[in-house]
């Protein structure tokens, strides 16, 4: 046996025909099972860390039971103490979005959390950063290069002088050239953008390098009005601007010099930011998962569900997405909404995604990945069902569409829906006002963003050992009998305080970040 703990098998419901095993690097067939969950049932095959055993005998055609759900159906009969993986099984069809509960659930009642503060940075709009960076936006990937070496040049020359700044972002993307800008989905990647260079961790100073010949000008990316702060500052100019096609720029590096003189206001006003305590309430944490494991929906997800919870009650918000990743438990959004009207616009968000990827003839299969295999989940209905429990028991107050930004009125829990792809759906977090990260992983990733701040979450021990200066907290601990959910949830939210407070994650102390994608449904000419 390659683990020196007992056989150990985690049932996530009473009801449920399998439970997966528990200990690092799997167990062997011929293993009895001592009493707990699987009492006496001898492994016929040898069974991964992560994957599901067979409780019981399983009919052809019977419904194997995970989360008191089923996650998919025995394609034969399939005797106790067998391996049951995805060649196993057929996937339950997709509900129907027709007849759905809609706000019939009553949310636990929580008393509220008060006296809860972090030191953030607090925005003419009454938002609050959890960082103080200036960021660059860019109107088309043309200007890339050239905003790499500003950059460059920018933490080489300027920030020294300006110490109260965390850093300096460039908004890089692939957009802007060659699009259908006036094609149904093409607003999607054009107001994503707009809300990027919105979000709190860069105090409303929005400057901006464009090419000048690009679809995307920055007239319509940024019109007049959609940054008062600037507007104000410009009287109504609308945001600082660096066209390159300018005639004034002989020259490369005098492209370089303008941005860096454009950057140097921008910095000033930065630099005279402080910290200054703020109630728990300005937290907007966006949760997603990624790399995901049979684990995610026992430790880490479980652990960020409390912590979702914690914030909601301190009178926060809390994002969650990743429209494939939710769509078998749709059940469960639309019977937590708050009202009718939100449950609908889950429905709405939901069914629109549903016809994209008709579109593309692909259906919410294609999301597993071969790593989501190897760790024990054997298809969506599956990954979906540990996916979920990221979310908490709050109510869903509201919904967003993809791209759309959160007003000061929408606290509490919110489905912002968003492709499941780790980058995409961070992009579209960033873009709906996230100030702070948090993303569970039981395969492993070194993800990071560049404007926010990620608090990574491992869901096996065996991960956190391995990767200890990646994985920022072990929801590990609580499959090794070391902690209940309740304590792992209320030491994320501590951390998330610390963090929010200028405490650098794993990911920012090696400045590890993934480039922006922007959700592009439209045709590219």
């Not at 636990?108 to 660059?136: C, M, Q, W």
């Not at 963090?499 to 922007?518: C, D, F, I, M, Q």
Request: include cysteine.
């Amino acid at each position: 046996m390659s683990s020196l703990r007992p056989p150990l098998a985690i049932r996530m419901h009473p009801a449920d025909n399998v439970a997966i095993i528990a200990n690092d690097g799997g167990l062997p067939a011929g293993t009895v099972m001592p009493p707990g969950v699987a009492e006496g049932v001898v492994l016929r095959d040898k069974v991964p860390q992560g994957h599901k055993l067979a409780l019981a005998d399983l009919a052809a055609g019977q419904a194997v039971m995970r989360y008191n759900v089923p996650v998919g159906y025995a394609r034969q009969d399939i005797p106790a103490g067998s391996w049951v993986h995805e060649r196993l099984l057929d996937m339950p069809a997709a509900r129907e979005l027709q007849n759905l509960p809609m706000a019939t659930v009553q949310p636990p009642v929580h008393e509220a959390l008060n006296g809860f503060t972090f030191e953030g940075y607090v925005n003419a709009d009454g938002s609050v950063g959890t960082r103080n960076l200036l960021a660059i936006t860019t109107t088309v990937q043309c200007v890339a290069g050239v905003l790499k070496i500003a950059v460059e040049r920018i933490e080489r020359e300027l920030l020294p002088l300006y110490p109260n700044v965390d850093g300096v972002v460039g908004l890089e993307h692939s957009y802007g050239c060659g699009v259908a800008i006036e094609a149904p989905g093409a607003e999607i990647p054009i107001r994503t953008l707009r809300h990027i260079s919105l979000n709190p961790n860069f105090g409303g100073e929005v400057m901006v390098v464009s090419l000048g010949c690009e679809k995307l000008q920055p007239d319509r990316l940024l019109p007049p009005g959609s940054f008062p702060i600037q507007d104000i500052r410009d009287e109504g100019k609308g945001p600082d601007l660096v066209c390159l096609q300018d005639d004034e720029h002989v020259g490369f590096m005098s492209m370089i010099d303008d941005i860096l003189a454009h950057a140097k206001p921008h910095l000033a006003r930065l630099n005279a930011r402080q910290r200054q305590t703020v109630p728990a309430s300005a937290l907007v944490v966006g949760v997603q998962c990624g790399g995901s494991d049979a684990f995610s929906g026992v430790t880490a997800n479980p652990t960020v569900g409390f912590m979702a919870d914690l914030v909601v009650r301190a009178g926060g918000t809390v994002m969650f997405s990743e429209n494939t990743e939710v769509r078998d438990a749709v059940e469960q959004l639309t019977s937590r909404a708050a009202t009718p009207e939100v449950a609908q616009a889950v429905v709405r968000e939901l069914g629109w995604y549903d016809q994209y990827l008709d579109r593309g003839r692909v259906d919410r299969s294609a999301n597993t990945t071969p790593g989501n295999k190897a760790g024990g989940l054997s298809n969506i209905a599956e990954k979906a069902m540990g996916s979920i429990i990221k979310s908490g028991t709050s109510a869903i107050s509201s919904v967003l569409a993809p791209g759309e930004k959160l007003n000061a009125q929408q606290k509490g829990l919110v489905f912002a829906a968003t492709p499941a792809s780790d980058f995409i759906c961070g992009t579209l977090q960033l873009a709906a006002g996230m100030n702070l990260h948090v993303f569970t992983t039981g395969r492993g990733t070194p993800y990071g963003l560049q404007a926010c701040p990620v608090v990574k979450v491992a869901t096996r021990t065996d991960l956190a050992r391995r990767w200890h200066d990646l994985m920022d907290m072990n929801a590990g601990r609580i499959a090794d009998g070391e902690l209940s959910i309740e304590d792992a949830g209320w030491e994320l939210f501590r951390l998330l305080l610390d963090v929010a407070s200028g405490r650098k994650t794993w990911a920012e102390h090696w400045k590890l970040h993934n480039a922006l994608v922007l959700f592009n449904p439209a045709p590219i000419t």
